[in-house]
């Protein structure tokens, strides 16, 4: 399930970045040193894992996420892609929720595996789509069973070619509701998404932000955002989000572009836009997937490094399980070798 959202280059001309100043340390990725980069396995193994919440604040977050396949014969692909990914030790993958049907016995077939084989923190997607609350109290028992910490709360999309979202007899309406039962029953460490260009179907950006607050009041212990490719749309939500009284650490979602025609799709679905620039840029490549692919990974690299040197508390990667394009983003910023930078904790508002 990846259509609501959707990795390049270059020159700073492309790159519309505004810089957002945050009062801390500016550090560069590059300043990582030697030892946090070596290619050791991260200090946080699956004999230690923990809540990713309490990951940010020991450290800044690289996570990758995944999608489950439509078949079963599909799994061992996926597997595969999570385990090249684990190469370069990201803090934690997660496994989107499907629309129906088999995929999300997938999730959380993934998950479970991706946890007790492949040595890597996991956080499931769950959505309320098509479930009633006892059926998704189900799924988060056998999350919870199966050792699984983290979840993230999601309400999800309405099917394809409806426009809005009804709720099952006895299920949840908005991801609020979902939190508040995750909250109320179980001891998952809980996401919640948000829109630094505003969900596609809020009335306006400030009522959309109030609902942002009262899933942390209701118990959402981080934010990740949706896909976004000008910075200063991240940067005014913090600003804006800081104001409301937001004060979890909001991690940046990137998804470096695969190709002209699959961005443009995703963006005009979730509701985020195109620079102008970048959208010229694309023209270009129009039916040369590999050429639009290097422009995204040198896109994505120049993001994620303004991004980082902004201090964000992590970067949330679309990887669409594809681990080329990540794999040589994170060499462009000399972080393939993760394993975070303790000395680098943020102060401040957390973000
Ligand atoms: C990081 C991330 C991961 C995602 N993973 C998945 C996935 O695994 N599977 C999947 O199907 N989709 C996924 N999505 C897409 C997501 O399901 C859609 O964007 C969906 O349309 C909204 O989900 P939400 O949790 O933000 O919903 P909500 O927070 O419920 O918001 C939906 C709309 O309702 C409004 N709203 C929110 N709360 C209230 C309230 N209490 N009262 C009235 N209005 C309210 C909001 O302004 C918004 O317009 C993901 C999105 C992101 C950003």
Sequence with gaps: MVDWRADPPSPSSTLRITRFHIARPQRKATCLNAAARSADKPHYSKADSMKIKDLL?????????????????????????????????????????GAGGSTRAFTEEITTRVKQ???????????????????????????????????????????????????????????????????????????????????????NMDSDLDYVKQKVDLGADFLVTQLFYDNRHFYDFMERAEKAGIDVPIVPGVLPILSAAQIRRFTSLCGATIPEDLDQRLDQFYDDDNAARDLGIEYATQQVQDLWDNGVPGVHFYVLNRSY???????NLALDGHTGDPSNTLGGPAR
Excluded: W
Excluded at 325 to 331: E, F, H, N, Q
């Design 57 to 97: 604040k020991k450290k800044r977050t690289i996570s990758c996420e995944f999608f489950p396949p439509r078949e079963a014969d599909g799994i061992p692909n996926v597997m595969r892609a999570v385990q090249r990914v684990s190469a370069f030790n990201p803090d934690y993958v997660s496994v989107t929720y």
């Design 117 to 203: 084989e492949a040595d890597l923190e996991v956080m499931a997607h769950l959505t309320c789509v098509g479930q009633t609350s006892e059926e998704i109290h189900h799924v988060l028992e056998r999350l919870d069973e199966a050792g699984i910490e983290n979840v993230i709360a999601l309400r999800g999309d309405p099917p394809r070619g409806e426009t809005d979202f009804v709720p099952v007899e006895g299920g949840f309406q908005h991801a609020t509701d979902l939190i508040e039962h995750i909250r109320e029953h179980f001891t998952f460490g809980i996401a919640g998404a948000c829109y630094p260009e505003g969900h596609v179907e809020s009335v």
């Design 325 to 331: 394009a990540v794999s040589r983003i994170l060499k």
